[in-house]
């Protein structure tokens, strides 16, 4: 059994916490240059009875540190 799982993590989550590690990891200016680029942002959309609803947009930003 992979560690993650065993740990009761998603694949999504572990990579997503290597990323950040690998990503603290470097110097500058290559660490200012990952940190640019790690803003994701999704759309999500609530259906109820059939409706689609009003579309909200998540943000999630980089911690810098």
């Known amino acids: 059994m992979s560690t ?3 740990v009761g993590m998603t694949y999504l989550k572990y990579a997503d ?3 950040t590690h690998v990503t603290n990891c470097l110097k500058e200016p290559r660490k200012s240059k990952a940190l640019s680029s790690t803003a994701m ?3 999500v959309t609530a259906w109820e009875g059939g409706k689609k609803g ?3 947009i998540v943000e999630k930003v980089a911690a810098t540190g």
Do not use: D, Q
């Open 54 to 56: 009003k579309p909200e």
């Open 4 to 6: 993650w799982r065993h």
């Open 41 to 43: 942002h999704v759309r």
């Open 17 to 19: 916490l290597c990323a």
